[in-house]
């Protein structure tokens, strides 16, 4: 008890600090009066149930829901130092994600802003933002990664080899494998070895600082985060002049965009040449954005799977008619991988039960309404997804999971599980490939029995099990 009084006063306290802290936020509680919901308790105000909901099995979608039954669509609340307004709803959506006329803008945490450096893609908004996605859009394409699909098969495989009768951690295993994978696309990284290791824990604490708390002295996640950014970035820097010098020709991300940008890119336009610094904030972003998403996405995936027999079943002769087709000789091929319809939808609806990112948070750009609500510049709103991944009405009988929802196209706005307009997920290629040839060896060769049933999921922006989900695994 005593123990709990001490986190909370805890709590509270860097709350306060938090609030001094992040002066950036323009929205009072004056301002806020006429949306409807409570702000809670003062400075802490309902931070203490959210974070406690967050980690339930639901997440944060019971925290959202009661105050939607009470309150409606469109609520204010006061969390972790922000005056936010949560939303929810198609038209919501269609708003604050197509952004028209700039009204919105991405709104990271403090200790984000600061680890991925200003010219990040995820801080631009407007012409500079859509530039930055040109250039990632090509390598990122279809096309474009048909050169990386040798390395993502033998690299699953040689994944999946070291399973066979074995208790394993699947989170831990898909995140080994979804880093090898984008370490080697951007930079050529070998799976193995002290480069791959450096990268690997660069990066794990990287991704840890970034909900940590804004205090930037030695010791704290935020001052370690920002260590590890600048020991990557150095990493990055000299794999860059060993580009520029010739001394190394590679055909990853990095040659190519170095080939095109940076100090000594050919003449030609100026405006679409990136600097060093935009280039490396840019990797920075995509790793980031890329890594935890697509390693939860392959864990939840297994989990369904295995809580659905008739869909894994159904699956299993999607993967076993590919392999049927060639007398099971030669390997998996790029034909094939573009070819797999119900993967496909398995992979949809695992993002439609799981929503790994469960809100999508923007920043007012200009005062604008909303669902009959006039929300002011500055405001911070939470665009509720998992709300619409369970609306009975677009998604009958939501809580089943069924893959053959996706036979028929859906209404745009309904399926967030990539976002949708400016901002929609430039890496869905990416995910999807990744995802699409680990399933097909997984499904191939092995069965898995989970050896935990708690459901809870981490109290973290990426929805993920808090168990890691331990599964047995044996071979077929
Ligand atoms: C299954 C895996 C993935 C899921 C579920 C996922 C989901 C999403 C969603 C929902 C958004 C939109 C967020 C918003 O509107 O606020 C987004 C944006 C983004 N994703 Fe993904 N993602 C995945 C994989 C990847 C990969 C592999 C990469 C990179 C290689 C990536 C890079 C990005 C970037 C850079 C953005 C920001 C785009 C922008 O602001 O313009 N994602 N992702
Ligand atoms: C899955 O979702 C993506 C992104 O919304 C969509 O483009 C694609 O058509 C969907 N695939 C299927 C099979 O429903």
Not at 7 to 21: A, F, G
Not at 62 to 76: A, E, H, P, T
Not at 259 to 266: E, M, Q, V
């Amino acid at each position: 008890m005593e123990l709990i009084m001490f986190i909370v006063m805890l709590l509270v306290l860097v709350l306060v600090v938090l609030l001094v802290l992040l002066r950036t936020n323009k929205a009072s509680p004056k301002e806020m009066e006429v949306i409807p919901g409570t702000l809670g308790w003062p400075i802490i105000g309902e931070s203490l149930s959210f974070i406690s909901e967050f980690s339930s099995p639901a997440g944060i979608y019971s925290f959202i829901n009661k105050r939607q039954q009470l309150y409606g669509k469109v609520f204010k609340s006061y969390v972790l130092g922000r005056y936010t307004v949560f939303m929810t709803g198609r038209e919501a959506s269609k708003i604050l994600l197509t952004g028209k006329d700039g009204i919105v803008s991405l709104n990271l945490f403090y200790t984000g802003q600061q680890v991925l450096g200003p010219t990040s893609l995820l801080q631009q908004t407007g012409e500079a933002h859509k530039r930055l996605r040109r250039l990632i859009a090509e390598p990122l394409s279809v096309d474009g990664l048909k050169k990386y699909f040798q390395f993502i098969n033998s690299l699953a495989i040689e994944t999946l080899d070291q399973w066979s009768g074995r208790k394993i951690l699947v989170l831990e295993e898909t995140s080994t494998f979804t880093l090898k994978v984008i370490g080697n696309m951007i930079m050529s990284l070998e799976p193995t070895g002290e480069e791959q290791e450096k990268f690997r824990t660069n990066f794990k604490i990287i991704s840890g600082s970034f909900a940590s708390l804004p205090f930037k002295v030695p010791g704290t996640a935020f001052y370690r985060g920002i260590q590890a950014r600048d020991r990557m970035y150095a990493m990055l820097d000299s794999i860059i002049d060993q580009r520029r010098s010739g001394e190394t020709i590679k055909q990853d991300f990095l040659q190519s965009l170095v080939k095109k940008h940076g100090k000594d890119a050919p003449e030609g336009d100026d405006d679409d040449k990136l600097t060093d610094k935009q280039l490396k904030d840019n990797i920075l972003t995509l790793l980031v954005a890329g890594h935890d998403t697509t390693t939860a996405a392959l864990t939840w995936l297994l989990k369904f799977l295995q809580e659905n027999p008739a869909v894994l079943e159904r699956l299993r002769e999607e993967h076993r008619e590919i392999q049927a087709r060639k007398q099971g000789t030669s390997d998996l091929t790029w034909s094939e991988v573009n070819n797999m319809p119900y993967t496909a939808k398995v992979i949809n609806e695992t993002l439609r039960m799981a929503t790994i990112l469960p809100w999508f948070s923007r920043k007012a750009a200009q005062d604008f309404e909303i669902e009959g609500c006039k929300i002011k510049k500055g405001w911070s709103l939470n665009l509720d997804v998992v709300s619409i991944h369970r609306d009975p009405k677009i998604f009958p009988n939501p809580e089943k999971f069924d893959p053959c929802r996706f036979d028929d196209p859906l209404k745009p706005f309904s399926f967030l599980g990539f976002g949708s307009g400016p901002r929609m997920c430039p890496g869905i290629n990416l995910a999807k490939l990744e995802i699409s040839v680990f399933l097909h060896h997984l499904v191939c060769r092995y069965k898995w029995t989970p050896l935990d049933t708690d459901d809870s999921v981490q109290p973290t922006l990426v929805r993920m099990l808090k168990n890691k989900y331990p599964v047995m695994v044996e071979t077929l």
